[in-house]
C-alpha cells in the first residue's frame, strides 16, 4: 500500500519562507514523476511545479524564481522550498506522484496523491 504524506505547511507572513516535504511509504517503489499542486479558496485545482526522475523539473509561472522542487531518491522523498511568499499562494498543497510498484513480480504504475497539506500567508 503506497501512501503520500505531505508536512510542512504552516501559518507565514507575507514575504516569508517554507519548506514542504512530501515522503512516499511502501514497499518495492520505483518513483517517476512528482509534483506539487494546490487549490486556493474557491479556486481549480493548479499544478504548480513538476520534477522528473532525471531532476528535471517545470514550474508555473506564479511561482518561477521563487519556489524550488527537489527530490530525494534515497528516501523517495520530494519537497517544496517556497520563498519571497505572497498571500495569493495560500492554498492547500498537494504532493503528487506517478510510482510503479511490484506485486508479485509483476510492476504496475500508478497515481497518487497526498492529503494535503495548509499554506496560509498574511499580509
Known amino acids: 500500500q503506497v501512501q503520500l504524506v505531505e508536512s510542512g505547511g504552516g501559518l507565514v507572513q507575507a514575504g516569508g519562507s517554507l519548506r514542504l516535504s512530501c515522503a512516499a511509504s511502501?514497499?518495492?517503489?520505483?518513483?517517476?514523476?512528482m509534483a506539487w499542486y494546490r487549490r486556493a479558496p474557491g479556486k481549480e485545482r493548479e499544478l504548480v511545479t513538476t520534477?522528473?526522475?532525471?531532476?528535471?523539473?517545470t514550474y508555473a509561472d506564479a511561482v518561477k524564481g521563487r519556489f524550488t522542487i527537489s527530490r530525494d531518491a534515497a528516501r523517495n522523498s520530494m519537497y517544496l522550498q517556497m520563498n519571497s511568499l505572497k498571500p495569493e499562494d495560500t492554498a492547500v498543497y498537494y504532493c503528487?506522484?506517478?510510482?510503479?510498484?511490484?506485486?508479485?513480480?509483476?510492476?504496475?504504475?500508478?497515481?497518487?496523491w497526498g492529503q494535503g497539506t495548509q499554506v496560509t500567508v498574511s499580509s
Open positions: 520534477i522528473d526522475n532525471g531532476d528535471g523539473s
Open positions: 511502501g514497499t518495492n517503489l520505483s518513483i517517476v514523476n
Open positions: 503528487n506522484a506517478d510510482i510503479f510498484t511490484r506485486t508479485s513480480g509483476l510492476w504496475r504504475r500508478n497515481n497518487y
